[in-house]
């Protein structure tokens, strides 16, 4: 069966550190990967998106890759402060789907203490 | 400057009743979607418009109809409202290109059916 997994319901990390988040799949072919932001009561927000062909996408603290043998992305955010706090999602757009349509993650929930 | 605007924003109904939810996006965008988001379950696609006068069902269509009224607008109805429709809805758009295109979220309908 066709899944994408988000490891972590909840991530908790100290102020400083670097959070990774990390997003499985299984049964798809994905050609882009995206990584959205979001905070309770408000819809998602689109923080970064990755072809299938490349590795690694930076902007400013925030750093996605991916890869495509182990069927995984990584998401980092490096210097965490508590305004990164809020629920992350990782969502595909499968070769084999409409084009533009995505299948989300159910998201991690970041925290970060001061 | 907008961008995905979702009316009403809370509502409560009772079984039975129907209900059309409003979105409308300022961006000029091609593509519009709708989403529930249960505890869970992450997003769920309900249907999308790829372009002005073309709906297609999603992953969980059963129980509602969308209306693509113009390039703007993309309206949810649920005609027979049931408890399991009880989820938090959101609306979202995504511009020109086939592929690789982030969405822009509204804030989301929350709607209780007792």
């Known amino acids: 069966s066709q899944k994408i997994e988000q490891n972590s319901e909840a991530l908790n990390i100290q102020e400083g550190k670097t959070a990774t988040l990390t997003c499985n799949y299984t049964?798809?072919?994905?050609?882009?990967l995206q990584w959205y932001r979001q905070d309770p009561g408000r819809g998602p927000v689109f923080l970064l998106l990755i072809r299938e062909n490349e590795k690694e996408k930076r902007k400013e603290r925030l750093k996605v890759t991916f890869d495509t043998t182990l069927k995984q992305s990584l998401f980092h955010i490096t210097a965490s402060q508590p305004a990164d706090s809020a629920t992350y999602l990782c969502a595909l757009e499968n070769y084999g789907g409409s084009q533009g349509n995505l299948i989300f993650g159910k998201g991690t929930k970041l925290s970060v203490k001061p | 400057n907008a961008g995905v605007t979702q009316t009403p924003k809370f509502q409560v109904l009772k079984t039975g009743q129907s209900m059309t939810l409003q979105c409308a996006q300022d961006?000029?965008?091609?593509?519009m979607y709708w989403y529930r988001q249960d505890p869970g379950m992450g997003l769920r696609l309900i249907y999308y418009s790829a372009s002005e006068g073309t709906t297609d069902k999603g992953e969980v269509p059963n129980g509602y109809n969308v209306s693509r009224l113009n390039k703007r607008e993309f309206s949810l109805r649920l005609e027979s409202a049931a408890p399991s429709q009880t989820s938090v809805y959101f609306c979202a758009s995504s511009g020109e290109g086939l592929r690789g295109q982030p969405q822009h979220f509204g804030d989301g309908t929350r709607l209780s059916i007792l």
């Open positions: 961006m000029n965008h091609n593509s």
């Open positions: 049964n798809y072919s994905p050609a882009y």
